[in-house]
């Protein structure tokens, strides 16, 4: 089955440290990735869509310059949490669009800023 | 309110029983998925049914969808302890290029030996 691989798992940091997440689609090709964010016992926020080879569309209230997506190739999007802060601190999650409609999940990155 | 609401929030049944998850939407819909979440790890797509689908089955899973309700039901039979999860409904709105999917809430299930 498709398989997506999230890079790192967890990430404990001072504040004003900038943070990438990658998410990999390991076998198949995702033309389409999406990065959520969420908070404990609560569901998953849309942040943004990743598009290969354009720039990522970033839902209401998300900040584009905080939030830097990167989608170089058919299989890689990046997250990059720039000057992160304690209130970023969350359970980000990545996934890519498969067929049918459906979504293939990473196992999520724990940001921890102190 | 939040399109794709799940209820109950929690639910705590007997290794054996039958878990029956509720989720509500309000806009029309291209089709309907439920995932599993584990905790502190990614979701799991369980089964899609598309809004001309009105009950889908998948080994232990059942699905229903009443497009007239607006109103999806995910039932796990037999359960057991593995079963114990986060269960999110997701509705896709598009169908095209506007693709994304919406969670709702969640429901905790939890399965007791």
């Known amino acids: 089955g498709a398989v997506v691989s999230q890079h790192p798992s967890r990430v404990i940091c001072k504040s004003g440290t900038s943070v990438k997440i990658e998410c990999r689609s390991l076998?198949?090709?995702?033309?389409?990735m999406f990065w959520y964010r969420q908070f404990p016992k609560q569901s998953l926020m849309l942040m943004a869509t990743s598009n290969e080879g354009s720039k990522a569309t970033y839902e209401q209230g998300v900040e584009k310059d905080k939030f830097l997506i990167n989608h170089a190739s058919l299989t890689l999007s990046t997250l990059t949490v720039t000057s992160a802060h304690p209130e970023d601190s969350s359970f980000y999650i990545c996934?890519?669009?498969?067929?049918?409609?459906?979504?293939?999940f990473g196992d999520g990155t724990r940001l921890s800023i102190l | 309110s939040q399109q794709g609401e799940e209820d109950p929030q929690a639910l705590s049944i007997q290794e054996g029983e039958n878990a029956t998850m509720n989720c509500s939407y309000k806009?029309?819909?291209?089709?309907l998925q439920w995932y599993r979440q584990n905790s502190g790890r990614g979701l799991v797509h369980l089964i899609l049914?598309?809004?001309?689908?009105r009950e889908k089955h998948s080994g232990r899973l059942r699905v229903t969808l009443d497009t007239s309700k607006k109103s999806s039901s995910l039932l796990i039979t037999a359960s057991r302890a593995a079963d114990t999860a986060s269960y999110f409904c997701?509705?896709?709105?598009?169908?095209?290029?506007?693709?994304?999917?919406?969670f709702g809430k969640g429901t905790l299930l939890t399965v007791n030996p």
């Open positions: 076998d198949f090709q995702a033309t389409t």
């Open positions: 997701a509705t896709d709105l598009s169908g095209g290029s506007n693709y994304k999917l919406t």
């Open positions: 996934s890519a669009r498969g067929t049918g409609g459906i979504q293939h």
């Open positions: 806009t029309s819909i291209n089709n």
């Open positions: 049914i598309r809004s001309n689908e």
